[in-house]
């Protein structure tokens, strides 16, 4: 899809990232197709999974960097991971 993780951290209950993407793509596109992805992923890596009936909730939060540099975001990220 073109799109770019600048930036990764993972929570015990949420993972952060920050995507540089196309503007053609959504974030409703991106996201899908990120848990898609990892889904399958970590189902097929970790077969006990398959019996889960989702691995991601439906919900998320998007903002968008606007005046915020990248490097304030992944700043924030990594302060996040503590």
């Known amino acids: 899809m073109e799109a770019k993780i600048e930036s990764l951290e993972i929570q015990p209950d949420h993972i952060h990232l920050l995507v540089s993407a196309p503007p053609r793509y959504s974030p409703?596109?991106?996201?899908?197709?990120?848990?898609?992805?990892?889904?399958?992923?970590?189902?097929?890596?970790?077969?006990?999974?398959?019996?889960?009936p989702s691995m991601w909730t439906k919900t998320y939060y998007v903002g968008t960097a606007g005046n915020v540099s990248a490097e304030v975001i992944k700043r924030y990220i990594e302060e996040c991971q503590g």
């Open 28 to 52: 409703a596109n991106l996201i899908n197709a990120f848990k898609g992805a990892t889904s399958k992923r970590l189902r097929n890596k970790y077969p006990y999974l398959k019996s889960l």
